[in-house]
């Protein structure tokens, strides 16, 4: 079975008078369900920001949507909650991606990487009075895991390998947060463009950790699409889940 996924990039261009514009392409492909992976980046149980949890709770039910459609269609789902495997010590979906055979992951490919559009030196959350702790344990349990079929890992190694071990050759991401953890783990967009993975990012179910006092001084919903649009100049596609879910 197919995805027809809606890919969005942005290119640089000339208009007719000469000036330098941004424009959006939109190119419709057939990803093969089977040869498609889905990467759930750091979607925890807890997080130290108010503002962050406030955000990702309303988008957890149409996660969990994506997660039982694309594996209802053959997909492989990787849940990756970092810092969390202790969690995960006995679980089959884990012991699964330990136990795959283990690839040498390739030279880094170069790749610009310009500065990101919005500041969050600040750590980047808009609530009053968060202190950053770790004090997430697990992925969230709004998302289930299949011990069947998923795995569990928050190592880029064991990602690349157990992509190449079921000869897949697309990934999908989404999680929290995009100009941060989606973009710089072992696992996440910038390595795996890279080492050379497909690899897209689902636009409507992510969200930026960034604070509206801080440069652009935007809200945070336009911090959020200012980041978007960034990876999908810089770094990769992005597709939206209805593609996925047909509305």
């Known amino acids: 079975m197919d995805l027809k996924l809606t890919l969005r990039r942005r290119a640089l261009v000339q208009n007719a008078d000469g000036h330098n514009i941004w424009v959006l392409n939109e190119d419709v492909r057939h990803w093969p369900a089977e040869k498609t992976a889905l990467l759930l980046c750091d979607v925890w149980d807890k997080h130290w920001s108010r503002g962050a949890v406030d955000r990702l709770e309303p988008m957890l039910p149409r996660m969990q949507q994506v997660v039982e459609s694309l594996r209802a269609q053959g997909g492989q789902i990787v849940h990756a909650p970092s810092d969390t495997m202790d969690f995960y010590a006995d679980s089959a979906a884990r012991k699964r991606a330990q136990g795959a055979p283990q690839t040498e992951v390739p030279a880094d490919m170069e790749h610009v990487d310009p500065p990101l559009p919005v500041d969050a030196s600040d750590d980047g959350s808009d609530t009053l009075g968060d202190k ?11 998302i289930a895991i ?8 928050d190592r880029g190694a064991e990602v690349y390998s157990y992509l190449r071990h079921r000869g897949i050759e697309h990934v999908l991401i989404m999680g929290v947060h995009t100009n941060m953890c989606v973009l710089h783990r ?6 795996m463009v890279r080492w050379g993975i497909d690899i897209a990012l689902l636009r409507d179910l992510t969200d930026t950790m960034y604070n509206p006092a801080m ?5 945070h919903d336009e911090g959020t699409r200012l980041v978007v649009e960034f990876i999908e100049k810089f770094w990769c596609a992005s597709v939206e889940s209805k593609d996925l879910l047909g509305g």
């Open 215 to 219: 440069p652009p001084y935007v809200e």
């Open 146 to 153: 299949d011990e069947e079929c998923d795995i569990v890992t």
């Open 132 to 142: 950053p702790a770790r004090v997430w344990s697990r992925q969230h349990p709004a």
């Open 186 to 191: 072992s696992f996440a967009i910038k390595q």
